[in-house]
């Protein structure tokens, strides 16, 4: 059924399912003489109706071309077609069906366990919630702008459904809105607009964010989104040894006795001649200098560059 059909009058609704049946068997059909049984009593006399609003009009037109004859057939006399009206409603059904339907009486039907969509899975889920619980009693006590409460004590946030605190029934949710085949691994942003009009928790657009984070598809196909790095700009080639050095340090060690808890090392571009001065995290550029000056230049004199990753103001203090 489409969306606006639901809308239909019952009487419309029977001639619409009519009108499709006709539409879809129309190479069998016309030409020839067709018996339609109906459970839907109006059905009969739609033809001798004097008024009629624009859709019936229009399918009369349709039916026209066909040569039908519309019979009345008591509910309890039309077992087989009642027993297909229910399949939509019961996806259990199809293998009883397949195995003989003219067997089954409506009946059997009913005790059919029914597969709930996931919209009455969320109202089930309700009502063990004990964070929903709360939030009845709280706006019982004083009415909330937000909350409301149906008339079958369904919860809801303006016009969303509360979501119950269930990861499962959550993350199935957010299956469906990234994952199924009509939607093609939307972003989070999409999907979280999406959700957003139907239903509602707290920190919603937080786990759908995480929930898009995980995936595992999205993560593989990720466009990167950062500028192409530029050329290399290789370092020219030293030509003398401690003219060019480069330094570099090694944090996050255990603090030793003294109180060091990381290595500074320095490095001569050209010889590879390394040293290894135990510093401090908290040292400022002037101690580092003086270290420098104590360890490194006492033994090689003033180096002519430098290289290292930190930034402008460290080196501004050389
Ligand atoms: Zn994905």
Known sequence: MRKHEVNY????????????????????????????????KSLKYIFTQPELNMRQRRWLELIKDYNLNVQYHPRKAN???????????????????????????????????????????IIEGQKTDKGIFHIKEKIKQKPSQHFKVDEQGVLWFDDRLVVPKDRELRNKLMDEAHLSKLSIHTGSSKMYQELRPRYWWTKMKKEVTAYVARCDTCCRVKAIHMKPASLLQPLSIPSWKWDDISMDFISGLPTTQKGHDSIWVIVDRLTKTAHFLPVKTTYRPPQYAQKYIAEIMRLYGIPKTIVSDRGPQFMAHF
């Open 79 to 121: 077992v087989v077609a009642d027993a297909l009206s229910r399949k939509s409603h019961c996806l259990n059904v199809q293998p009883l069906i397949e195995d003989g339907f003219d067997l089954m009486h409506p009946a059997v039907l009913h005790s059919i366990q029914i597969s709930c969509s996931l919209e009455s899975k």
């Open 9 to 40: 009058p019952t009487h419309d609704l029977e001639l619409a399912a009519v009108v499709h049946a006709l539409k879809i068997w129309r190479h069998y059909l016309l030409g020839n003489v067709c018996n339609i049984f109906t459970d839907h």
